[in-house]
């Protein structure tokens, strides 16, 4: 089993900056990254990482605002966001889970494990 922590969310204005962190327990994993649900809207990939290589990818509605790293040591995953805007609110879930194909890496379905969330508020 894995047990992911968050931490970092909250509220900011339009324009501002959040870093959230993630932190796995119980066996290292992956691939780990960031979704969000906003109310009524389906949960989207964000941005994910891969463990070995440390690739990230990004979904285009956060490209060039939104950096994901990793302390492999603390097996631990952050996601700086800067440049945010009233869209970006929603509650943002860690996932991990195994080596998944690029064309892949935001179907939440291929993620076994989930973070309790947290929400990001951005107002205008």
């Known amino acids: 089993q894995v047990q992911l922590l968050e931490s970092g969310g909250g509220s900011v204005q339009t324009g501002g900056s959040l870093r959230l962190s993630c932190a796995a327990s119980g066996r290292t994993v992956s691939t780990m990254g960031w979704f969000r649900q906003a109310p009524g809207k389906e949960r989207e990939g964000v941005a994910v990482?891969?463990?070995?290589?440390?690739?990230?990818y990004y979904a285009d509605s956060v490209k060039g605002r939104f950096t994901i790293s990793q302390d492999r040591a603390k097996n631990t995953v952050f996601l700086q966001m800067n440049s945010l805007y009233p869209e970006d609110t929603a509650m943002y879930y860690c996932a991990a889970g195994p080596w998944t194909d690029s064309a892949y890496v935001f179907s939440s379905d291929r993620y076994n494990f989930w973070g309790q969330g947290t929400q990001v508020t951005v107002s205008s």
């Open positions: 990482i891969t463990n070995l290589l440390g690739r990230p």
